[in-house]
Structures are given as structure tokens and as C-alpha cells.
């Protein structure tokens, strides 16, 4: 093999993790072998006065920078790339596509160990299983060490061994306990689980039978694969979507191939991780945000090394290498949270497809209420659309009613006629859920003599009160104060909650059902590791008769006794500046909605509403919510609003209040020397909340009906942007298909 000598010095040009639309150019190290080197390479680079992590785009004879002044690579830290060919250029369209800086986009791809640089010769995780007397004791003879019992009743709901990530994502404190029954004999270190290409069996334990349209779905992705093609599988709540993903999963697997799932949070991973443990014998990796630096770089590397099967994730798990890819399914795809809403902007549904395309194989994305765009690209023979229009086994879909409140008294957000129904079914030993969009006590303190309201100094919100807490949140900034007693604008008038809360809706239900048992679910009170398993645990073992809670309950989880659902505040998402809000309000009705009846009884939903005609709301009653999709596209296109057309919002944030308005001035008279006839440049104008964490908040919208015009003039705009002389000044990001437009 060639060795580099001086007198013919090749150039390394690499992506560094900065906010620069530029690549930096290295001389490569003295005496290394080159045909090793390829792209996608981790480097350690000089820069300033620092080291940094370099990422190898690609090898170069000449630059625009004297080869004098170019400073040498340090060290490659990878013998060979640890993505693929086909990662890097998924990466590289990213960046196209998002205009974002290429480094960024990288860095991205990198769970954060491997981001910092360190090693890849991780040491594996240990894996805990029951010997023969830990699986037949039983668990009430430890009654007396709870936390062994806890231990304990964790593995032998398991048929398999678990690892420290997944006990640690069940219960921080586990370890302890498990020394103890390991000491006992009641534990014992366990093999690793199968990997890809074991010759164990796949499955554990049967399939479901399937209907004829489950199975029509079944069929349609499992005959496509090897080949890329994106499903839309649209099935009502309850109608077997899981069961699905399992039986096309389990072909992929016996193809000797690779699955990644992903979710839209963290909650939902537990439930579907116990269901894939349950029906595979193939070794699973999870990869979210509750986990260590260590065990999501163990689930990637074992995920590129195809020593892991099925990985289960939130979205940045989106850009994990496989080594033998067959299948990506996005569930709940409408879902906000696949946006990426900081940073590098990307959204996890549109790159999966896109990876699926060059990685030729299918994507599936699943969702009980389609993302309008999804419906769109339906229509456009982009996408295929699998209809699963009825509840699995015996259950039938909930009945929807509106209760009109208007002029009716209320007791913290619950009308009388609410309160009876909810005791109709609590006397059948049925549970109730009950959902609120807000956590926390009430969105607000106002005085009852002047009218003064607790606002947050550094944004244009009002504080939240946290009762228990005996605090006052800004839930933008996260900033606290005391919780107080007197108005500190008149000194004299009366300080009075305004508007619900979760805390405060438990506080009148445990005085209006005193003798029944009441759980609150929110971030709040779900903040501690292993607290929301141990509150779904009691819900569905029967121990809850009312469950109260926020967008956490409208997603996925499975209530089998859960009869009654009520939507207290429907109006709040009828009236909002945003497009979306229409859509996003279905969607949470719908998503709710699923939650009840989902076992042999049947359910009811009750919305309380000030606006009982509201063609929203007597829309998705009476026809549903394909009805509602047809009826709002089509205002979208009167509107030439997206999925018609096509948009990016720069963002812009300054301490001071004059110049994040200057910048988008100077960005307008760029933009108007190179837009062309259909996109158009709206702004610049104060953001919805003009001011949050102490900084001035102002926004650009760019749209055309045309895709390709709307990305030449951000091709053009993205580097002079950059060299404005505010951009100095001001914080500013481009979001590219935005989600919101606050």
C-alpha cells in the first residue's frame, strides 16, 4: 500500500459539529495507509486552541487555503467508517434538504460517546435472568424486602433475561436488589439474547388471529420487501395495529434482516418493548433519551454490527446504522414529537422515508389519525394507503357526545351532569379518564380586586401555580418563584387560580369522590424513573377508579376497564393563530377517544364544549375522522396552505428589542434579488409570544407552491446569511416544513 510522502500532501476535508454553512480542509496524518480511509471517518482535529471531532466528508488534491497555513489530522479514531455509504448520503441530503450545516447533521447521526470520540470497544452490558427457584418462588415470601419483591415480580412477568439498560429504564434503583437475589440464587448472570442470524427460533409464542383486512395489510408490506414502497396503515384505536408490525416484523426477521421502530415518546417504549419481548426471542435495543451515553452507544453499535435485531426508538434513533436494514415503521406518525424543534430541524417521518428509498426497502407508518401531508401523498399515489376500519376481537368503537356547558355551573371544570355520569360508571366498577391539555394547578394567579395576573418576567406567559410545590412555573423558561399570598399591584385584593389545571381538577375530584382512588398523570407527577410503569401497573390491575391527565394519556396505552372518557376544555384548541390547530385538536379527540371501550364493554366520550355547532366537532361526530381530513385539505388548498405548498420560518432571538427586526430586514432585501414568481416572502413580524426568556422574538415565513423554487433561493440566502453583519447580533435557525409557527 502507498504511504503519503511530503512532496504530495493530500487534503482531508471534514465537517466539524458548528453553526457554518462550510467544510474545513486538514492535511492528512504523516505515513497512513489511505485505502483504508473512507468517508464517514472520525477524526481529531486541531481547531483554535482546542481539539475537536471531525467527521471525514471526503479526500482532496488541492484547496483554497495554502498548504502552508492547513493544519495536520491529530488522529483517525476509526479503522473504517462506522456508517455506510448509504448513511453518509442520507446525511449529506439531510443537510441539503434542511440547509443545515453538514457538521451538525453528523454529529446528529452519533449517539454522544461517540460524538465526544471515545472508543467503540465499549464493554458490554451484563443481562439478569431467574434461575429455576427464582422463577418457581413466590413473590409474596419476600414480602418483607419490597424492593426484592419488586425485583423479582419484574423477571417473572419476563420469559427472558433483562439487561442493566432495561432495568434501569424500569427502576433507577435496582441494582441493590438484585445483588441481593443474586446472592440468593434467585438471579443469575444470563447469555446474550439471540442475535440476527441465531438458529433459535424467532417467536416465543403465536400470532394473533387476524382479520381479513389486518391480514390484507400483513400481506401488502410483506410482499414488497427488498423492494421500497411507503405504506400508510390507517387503523381506528384498538383495531390491531401492534399486531400488524409483529407478523410483517417476524418475516423480516426470518430474512435474516434488521427492524427499527420508532415512537413518538419515551412513555409508549416500555408497553410496546414488553409486547415485542413477549412474541420475539431476538435480541432488542432501545435507544431514547432516559437512557445513559453508554447504553444508547451500545444499542447503535449493536444495531451496526447486526448483533441486535429490532430497535426500539425515540427520534433521534432515526439515523442508527444498520447492518442488514429491512424494515423502518414510524407508529402514531402524525405525532409533533417526530419534529425536531431545536437545532438541526429535521422530521423524522420525511427522512425515514427517504432512508427507506435509498435503502430500498419498505417504510411503514401507522397512525389511527393520519397527518394531513400522509393523506395527501395517498392521493398522489405516493404512498400506499392499508385501512384497518374496525376494533380487534370483540370491541366496538366508543360512542361520541357533546355536553353543551353554556350557562351551566361548574365545579372546577366538571359540570353536574359530568360528575353524575362519571358516578353511573364508577358504581358499574368501571374506571373514568378524564383528560385536560394543562398540567400544573391553573395556567394563572389573578387578583381578584385590581385584575394584576402572575406573569413571567422573561417571557409573554403567564406562571402556572404548582400548588404541592408551593411555586409559580413559567412552563416556556422553566423559571420559579414562590407561590404568593398577597397582590403585590394593589396590596390588598384577593389572589385567585384562573383557568384548570390537572392539580387542581385532582383537588375537587378527591373531594366530590372521596372514597374512590385518584391518579394524576403529567410530567409532573410522572417525572421520577420507573413512576409512570408503576401507575399504568395500578390502572390496569384494577386499583384506580379515575384517571386524570395530559397529552401523555392520549397515545397508546391500554385501559381494558377504562369506560367513560371526558374531554374537559374541547374549545381551547378551536380558536388559534396556527393552521394546525384544527388538526391537531381532531387528533387528540380521536387519540382520547381510543382510549376508552377497548375491551368487551363498550365506551362513551364526552366533550364539554361552549360551541356545540362548531363544524369541527360535529364533523368528526357524525362522520368521523377521514371526513374531518377530506373536509380540512380542502380548506388547506382554497388557502394554498401546506400540504399545497411549501414553507421554511426563520427564526430569529436578540436581548435587545430593535435588532432581531433589522436582521430580517436586511434578509427580506436579500431574498427579493433572487425570489423568483411563486414563493413568496411573508414578514418580518413578532413571533406569537413576542418575548420568552428575557430575549425578542421575531419570525420570516418563506412560501411558494413550488418545492424546487422555495430551496434554489434558500441555496442562495443560507450562506449570505450568515455574513450579514446582525447575524452577529441575534440568534436565528431556519425550520424547513414547520410544525408550528411559534
Same mark, same amino acid.
Given at each position: 500500500?502507498?504511504?503519503?510522502?511530503?512532496?504530495?500532501?493530500?487534503?482531508?476535508?471534514? $465537517?466539524?459539529?458548528?453553526?457554518?454553512?462550510?467544510?474545513?480542509?486538514?492535511?492528512?496524518?504523516?505515513?497512513?495507509?489511505?485505502?483504508?480511509?473512507?468517508? @464517514?471517518?472520525?477524526?481529531?482535529?486541531?481547531?483554535?486552541?482546542?481539539?475537536?471531532?471531525?467527521?471525514?466528508?471526503?479526500?482532496?488534491?488541492?484547496?483554497?487555503?495554502?498548504?502552508?497555513?492547513?493544519?495536520?489530522?491529530?488522529?483517525?479514531?476509526?479503522?473504517?467508517?462506522?456508517?455506510?455509504?448509504?448513511?453518509?448520503?442520507?446525511?449529506?441530503?439531510?443537510?441539503?434538504?434542511?440547509?443545515?450545516?453538514?457538521?451538525?447533521?453528523?454529529?446528529?447521526?452519533?449517539?454522544?460517546?461517540?460524538?465526544?470520540?471515545?472508543?467503540?470497544?465499549?464493554?458490554?452490558?451484563? /443481562?439478569?435472568?431467574?434461575?429455576?427457584?427464582?422463577?418457581?418462588?413466590?413473590?409474596?415470601?419476600? !414480602?418483607?424486602?419490597?424492593?426484592?419483591?419488586?425485583?423479582?415480580?419484574?423477571?417473572?412477568?419476563?420469559?427472558?433475561?433483562?439487561?442493566?439498560?432495561?432495568?434501569?429504564?424500569?427502576?433507577?434503583?435496582?441494582?441493590?436488589?438484585?445483588?441481593?437475589?443474586?446472592?440468593?440464587?434467585?438471579?443469575?448472570?444470563?447469555?446474550?439474547?439471540?442475535?440476527?442470524?441465531?438458529?433459535?427460533?424467532?417467536?416465543?409464542?403465536?400470532?394473533l388471529h387476524c382479520n381479513p383486512q389486518q391480514q390484507a395489510a400483513i400481506?401488502?408490506?410483506?410482499?414488497?420487501?427488498g423492494q421500497f414502497g411507503v405504506f400508510l396503515l390507517e387503523g381506528v384505536?384498538?383495531? @390491531?395495529?401492534?399486531?400488524?408490525?409483529?407478523?410483517?416484523?417476524?418475516?423480516?426477521?426470518?430474512?435474516?434482516?434488521?427492524?427499527?421502530?420508532?415512537?413518538?415518546?419515551?412513555?409508549?417504549?416500555?408497553?410496546?418493548?414488553?409486547?415485542?419481548?413477549?412474541?420475539?426471542?431476538?435480541?432488542?435495543?432501545?435507544?431514547?433519551?432516559?437512557?445513559?451515553?453508554?447504553? /444508547?452507544?451500545?444499542?447503535?453499535?449493536?444495531?451496526?454490527?447486526?448483533?441486535? $435485531?429490532?430497535?426500539?426508538?425515540?427520534?433521534?434513533?432515526?439515523?442508527?446504522?444498520? !447492518?442488514?436494514? @429491512?424494515?423502518?415503521?414510524?407508529?402514531?406518525?402524525?405525532?409533533?414529537?417526530?419534529?425536531?424543534?431545536?437545532?438541526? /430541524?429535521?422530521?423524522?417521518?420525511?427522512?425515514?422515508?427517504?432512508?427507506?428509498?435509498?435503502?430500498?426497502?419498505?417504510?411503514?407508518?401507522?397512525?389511527?389519525?393520519?397527518?394531513?401531508?400522509?393523506?395527501?401523498?395517498?392521493?398522489?399515489?405516493?404512498?400506499?394507503?392499508?385501512?384497518?376500519? %374496525?376494533?380487534?376481537?370483540? $370491541?366496538?368503537?366508543?360512542?361520541?357526545?357533546?355536553?353543551?356547558?353554556?350557562?351551566?355551573?361548574?365545579?372546577?371544570?366538571?359540570?353536574?351532569?359530568?360528575?353524575?355520569?362519571?358516578?353511573?360508571?364508577?358504581?358499574?366498577? %368501571?374506571?373514568?379518564?378524564?383528560?385536560?391539555?394543562?398540567?400544573?394547578?391553573?395556567?394563572?394567579?389573578?387578583?381578584?380586586?385590581? @385584575?394584576?395576573?402572575?406573569?413571567?418576567?422573561?417571557?409573554?406567559?403567564?406562571?402556572?401555580?404548582?400548588?404541592?410545590?408551593?411555586?409559580?412555573?413559567?412552563?416556556?423558561?422553566?423559571?420559579?418563584?414562590?407561590?404568593?399570598?398577597?397582590?403585590?399591584?394593589?396590596?390588598?385584593?384577593?389572589?385567585?387560580?384562573?383557568?384548570?389545571?390537572?392539580?387542581?381538577?385532582?383537588?375537587?375530584?378527591? %373531594?366530590?369522590?372521596?372514597?374512590?382512588?385518584?391518579?394524576?398523570?403529567?410530567?409532573?407527577?410522572?417525572?421520577?424513573?420507573?413512576a409512570l410503569e408503576n401507575y399504568l401497573q395500578r390502572i390496569n390491575q384494577?386499583?384506580? *377508579?379515575?384517571?386524570?391527565?395530559?397529552?401523555?394519556?392520549?397515545?397508546?396505552?391500554?385501559?381494558?376497564?377504562?369506560?367513560?372518557?371526558?374531554?374537559?376544555?374541547?374549545?381551547?384548541?378551536?380558536?388559534?393563530?396556527?393552521?394546525?390547530?384544527?388538526?391537531?385538536?381532531?387528533?387528540?379527540?380521536?387519540?382520547?377517544?381510543?382510549?376508552?371501550?377497548?375491551?368487551?364493554?363498550?365506551?362513551?366520550?364526552?366533550?364539554?364544549?361552549?360551541?356545540?355547532?362548531?363544524?369541527?366537532?360535529?364533523?368528526?361526530?357524525?362522520?368521523?375522522?377521514?371526513?374531518?381530513?377530506?373536509?380540512?385539505?380542502?380548506?388547506?388548498?382554497?388557502?394554498?396552505?401546506?400540504?399545497?405548498?411549501?414553507?421554511?420560518?426563520?427564526?430569529?432571538?436578540?436581548?435587545?428589542?430593535?435588532?432581531?427586526?433589522?436582521?430580517? *430586514?436586511?434578509?427580506?432585501?436579500?431574498?427579493?434579488?433572487?425570489?423568483?414568481?411563486?414563493?413568496?416572502?411573508?414578514?418580518?413580524? $413578532?413571533?406569537?409570544?413576542?418575548?420568552?426568556?428575557?430575549?425578542?422574538?421575531?419570525?420570516?415565513?418563506?412560501?411558494?407552491?413550488?418545492?424546487?423554487?422555495?430551496?434554489?433561493?434558500?441555496?442562495?440566502?443560507?450562506?449570505?446569511?450568515?455574513?450579514?453583519?446582525?447575524?452577529?447580533?441575534?440568534?436565528?435557525?431556519?425550520?424547513?416544513?414547520?410544525?408550528?409557527?411559534?
Amino acid at each position: 500500500m502507498a504511504k503519503l510522502q511530503h512532496d504530495n500532501e493530500l487534503i482531508f476535508r471534514v $465537517a466539524i459539529a458548528l453553526p457554518v454553512y462550510r467544510l474545513f480542509d486538514y492535511l492528512a496524518p504523516d505515513n497512513i495507509e489511505m485505502t483504508a480511509i473512507k468517508p @464517514g471517518v472520525r477524526l481529531e482535529v486541531p481547531f483554535g486552541n482546542a481539539k475537536k471531532i471531525a467527521f471525514l466528508v471526503e479526500c482532496v488534491e488541492q484547496s483554497d487555503i495554502a498548504i502552508g497555513k492547513l493544519k495536520r489530522v491529530e488522529r483517525i479514531l476509526d479503522q473504517k467508517p462506522l456508517l455506510s455509504v448509504k448513511d453518509v448520503a442520507l446525511l449529506h441530503w439531510a443537510s441539503r434538504y434542511y440547509h443545515h450545516p453538514l457538521g451538525e447533521v453528523f454529529s446528529a447521526a452519533f449517539p454522544a460517546a461517540l460524538r465526544q470520540g471515545k472508543s467503540t470497544l465499549m464493554q458490554t452490558e451484563k /443481562r439478569y435472568a431467574l434461575t429455576e427457584t427464582g422463577k418457581g418462588l413466590a413473590s409474596e415470601q419476600l !414480602k418483607r424486602s419490597p424492593k426484592q419483591k419488586s425485583v423479582l415480580e419484574k423477571f417473572q412477568i419476563h420469559a427472558n433475561s433483562l439487561s442493566e439498560a432495561e432495568l434501569s429504564a424500569w427502576n433507577q434503583n435496582w441494582r441493590n436488589a438484585a445483588k441481593q437475589l443474586l446472592d440468593k440464587g434467585l438471579l443469575q448472570f444470563a447469555a446474550a439474547e439471540p442475535g440476527i442470524n441465531s438458529r433459535e427460533p424467532i417467536v416465543r409464542n403465536d400470532a394473533l388471529h387476524c382479520n381479513p383486512q389486518q391480514q390484507a395489510a400483513i400481506d401488502a408490506v410483506s410482499g414488497r420487501l427488498g423492494q421500497f414502497g411507503v405504506f400508510l396503515l390507517e387503523g381506528v384505536t384498538g383495531s @390491531g395495529k401492534t399486531e400488524v408490525y409483529m407478523q410483517i416484523i417476524r418475516t423480516v426477521l426470518e430474512r435474516g434482516q434488521q427492524v427499527l421502530v420508532l415512537l413518538p415518546e419515551i412513555t409508549l417504549t416500555p408497553q410496546l418493548e414488553e409486547r415485542f419481548r413477549q412474541r420475539f426471542t431476538v435480541s432488542i435495543a432501545l435507544s431514547h433519551s432516559k437512557l445513559t451515553d453508554r447504553q /444508547r452507544s451500545s444499542a447503535w453499535l449493536n444495531m451496526q454490527r447486526g448483533q441486535c $435485531a429490532i430497535l426500539l426508538g425515540t427520534r433521534s434513533a432515526l439515523f442508527t446504522p444498520l !447492518k442488514n436494514p @429491512g424494515l423502518i415503521i414510524l407508529d402514531e406518525e402524525h405525532d409533533a414529537s417526530f419534529k425536531q424543534q431545536e437545532g438541526f /430541524r429535521f422530521s423524522a417521518r420525511d427522512v425515514a422515508v427517504v432512508r427507506a428509498k435509498l435503502l430500498n426497502i419498505p417504510v411503514l407508518l401507522g397512525s389511527a389519525t393520519p397527518a394531513l401531508e400522509s393523506l395527501h401523498n395517498v392521493d398522489n399515489k405516493r404512498y400506499r394507503l392499508l385501512h384497518l376500519p %374496525e376494533r380487534a376481537g370483540n $370491541a366496538t368503537a366508543p360512542l361520541l357526545q357533546l355536553l353543551d356547558i353554556r350557562n351551566k355551573r361548574m365545579q372546577e371544570g366538571l359540570s353536574e351532569a359530568l360528575v353524575a355520569e362519571m358516578h353511573k360508571t364508577l358504581a358499574k366498577n %368501571e374506571q373514568v379518564l378524564l383528560f385536560l391539555n394543562r398540567r400544573g394547578f391553573a395556567p394563572t394567579l389573578i387578583c381578584h380586586g385590581c @385584575g394584576w395576573v402572575a406573569r413571567c418576567r422573561r417571557c409573554d406567559a403567564n406562571l402556572v401555580i404548582h400548588r404541592d410545590e408551593g411555586i409559580l412555573r413559567c412552563h416556556h423558561c422553566a423559571q420559579e418563584q414562590r407561590l404568593i399570598g398577597q397582590c403585590p399591584a394593589c396590596k390588598t385584593g384577593e389572589l385567585t387560580p384562573l383557568g384548570l389545571g390537572t392539580e387542581r381538577v385532582e383537588k375537587v375530584l378527591a %373531594e366530590l369522590f372521596a372514597d374512590k382512588t385518584i391518579v394524576r398523570l403529567d410530567r409532573d407527577s410522572t417525572q421520577r424513573k420507573g413512576a409512570l410503569e408503576n401507575y399504568l401497573q395500578r390502572i390496569n390491575q384494577g386499583e384506580v *377508579d379515575i384517571i386524570l391527565g395530559t397529552q401523555m394519556l392520549a397515545k397508546g396505552h391500554h385501559f381494558p376497564n377504562v369506560t367513560l372518557v371526558a374531554i374537559l376544555d374541547v374549545d381551547s384548541g378551536l380558536f388559534s393563530i396556527d393552521f394546525h390547530a384544527p388538526e391537531k385538536l381532531a387528533q387528540m379527540i380521536v387519540q382520547v377517544s381510543g382510549r376508552a371501550g377497548r375491551a368487551e364493554k363498550p365506551g362513551r366520550v364526552i366533550m364539554q364544549t361552549r360551541q356545540p355547532e362548531h363544524p369541527l366537532l360535529t364533523t368528526l361526530i357524525s362522520r368521523g375522522y377521514s371526513s374531518f381530513a377530506r373536509t380540512a385539505l380542502a380548506e388547506r388548498k382554497d388557502a394554498s396552505l401546506p400540504p399545497f405548498s411549501y414553507q421554511a420560518l426563520l427564526r430569529v432571538q436578540a436581548a435587545d428589542a430593535e435588532m432581531p427586526k433589522r436582521f430580517l *430586514d436586511a434578509v427580506v432585501k436579500l431574498g427579493q434579488q433572487h425570489s423568483k414568481e411563486h414563493t413568496h416572502i411573508l414578514g418580518p413580524v $413578532a413571533a406569537p409570544m413576542a418575548r420568552r426568556a428575557g430575549l425578542y422574538r421575531y419570525q420570516l415565513l418563506f412560501q411558494s407552491s413550488r418545492r424546487p423554487e422555495l430551496h434554489a433561493l434558500l441555496d442562495v440566502l443560507m450562506p449570505k446569511i450568515e455574513k450579514l453583519k446582525q447575524a452577529n447580533k441575534v440568534r436565528w435557525s431556519l425550520d424547513v416544513d414547520p410544525v408550528d409557527l411559534y
